[in-house]
């Protein structure tokens, strides 16, 4: 009997409000936009506030004809039309996801982002087997991880940053075939997952949260699809692997705000690829491999607030460096030398150092949200 609920539903509506026109009658008889509506019905039911009145058109039978609601033939049969998209970003919308979003069967994109919707992710969401773009960043969602989406078998878009999802990364999020992965500024706490380089991703944003434990050294084996890697402000804890050159396609690389230490390879002058590159705020040492400044894409060398000691003097390729707070002779800005003294006077050894170290959950460093 369950399954008959949402076309009673319906048909309810229709005795309350009337027939609509033969021209429109079409819709009536499509189980795929019956379900639509009882969805969408039940979402606008749940919503508290619409501030640019998004939903105020969600009324009667014909939810193609809803703001921030696209049909298109279904997959399976081009002469049904179905709902096939939603986007109502940028809303200021208030409320909760109702579990009747799952009727949604055919949904292949859902962007809600920039709205205050809270409460969790429901798990019929899972029914959205032809999902492929997920954004619900910039909300007040909350609660673990929503394992939710790594049910979705097509989903490529993972967005879910600027929430309040606590507990731990799942390991299988990077099991996932993915295109991108954006999880920054949520308040999980975990240990980094050691298999993060068995992504797909193109992109990885991984900032602003509690992660502990080492530079995740599987990051190399991405060197066939990424292009992107943001993983600032994570309280990492080690040295940097000497295969980083393996990423030739990475234009983005940022691992600022952690402490790694030790060294910069010398490999990551093989990174042909990079225009924008930021190491600042840890504590590295040593001398800036010259390889660096003759990739022949890099537009900005962020470097500043660590203990380097020597850099190369001919830099004019590179439109902006920033090399302030380090121990570099004959610069403006560096620390006094009695600071470097007591740094580099404590050598570090890459191979002794413990695979997590405890602190205090980072300050959230601004991060744009697009």
Not at 218 to 223: Q, R, V
Request: with cysteine; charged share 20%.
């Amino acid at each position: 009997m369950a399954e008959y609920y949402p076309l009673i539903l319906f048909f309810v509506f229709l005795v309350l409000h009337g027939f609509p026109c033969p021209s429109q009658s079409s819709d009536l008889f499509n189980p795929r936009l019956q379900k639509a509506y009882v969805a969408l019905q039940a979402w606008k039911h749940s919503i508290t506030c619409d501030p640019n009145q998004l939903t105020t058109d969600w009324d009667g039978p014909h939810v193609c004809n809803y703001t921030g609601v696209f049909c298109a033939p279904a997959l399976d049969d081009a002469n049904e039309l179905t709902v096939a998209s939603i986007d109502l970003n940028q809303g200021g919308i208030c409320g909760v996801l109702p579990t009747h979003l799952g009727l949604l069967k055919d949904l292949s994109v859902f962007h809600i982002n920039s709205n205050r919707f809270c409460g969790g992710l429901p798990e019929t969401l899972s029914e959205m087997k032809l999902l492929h773009e997920l954004d619900v960043s910039n909300n007040d969602l909350s609660g673990p991880f929503p394992h939710v989406a790594l049910m979705m078998e097509s989903l490529k878009f993972f967005d879910i940053r600027f929430n309040h999802f606590c507990g731990e990364v799942p390991a299988t999020l990077f099991a996932k075939k993915l295109d991108a992965i954006f999880i920054n500024n949520n308040n999980f706490s975990s240990a980094v997952p050691a298999n993060i380089g068995d992504s797909s991703v193109s992109v990885l944003v991984i900032a602003n949260l509690d992660l502990h434990g080492c530079f995740p050294r599987s990051i190399s084996k991405m060197g066939d699809t990424l292009y992107e890697l943001i993983l600032m402000n994570n309280g990492l804890f080690s040295c940097l692997p000497e295969d980083l050159g393996k990423l030739k396609k990475v234009r983005v690389f940022d691992i600022s705000s952690n402490q790694i230490v030790g060294g910069l390879p010398e490999s990551i002058g093989e990174m042909k690829s990079l225009e924008q590159l930021n190491v600042a705020h840890n504590k590295l040492s040593g001398e800036i491999p010259a390889s660096i400044f003759n990739l022949p894409r890099l537009e900005n060398f962020t470097y500043s607030d660590n203990y380097f000691c020597s850099e190369p003097d001919n830099y004019q390729n590179i439109k902006r460096i920033d090399d302030e707070r380090n121990c570099l002779p004959d610069r403006p800005l560096q620390r006094s030398p009695e600071e470097c003294c007591s740094f580099l006077s404590e050598p570090v050894f890459c191979s002794l150092l413990p695979a997590k170290k405890n602190t205090s959950p980072p300050a959230k460093i601004p991060l744009p949200l697009h």
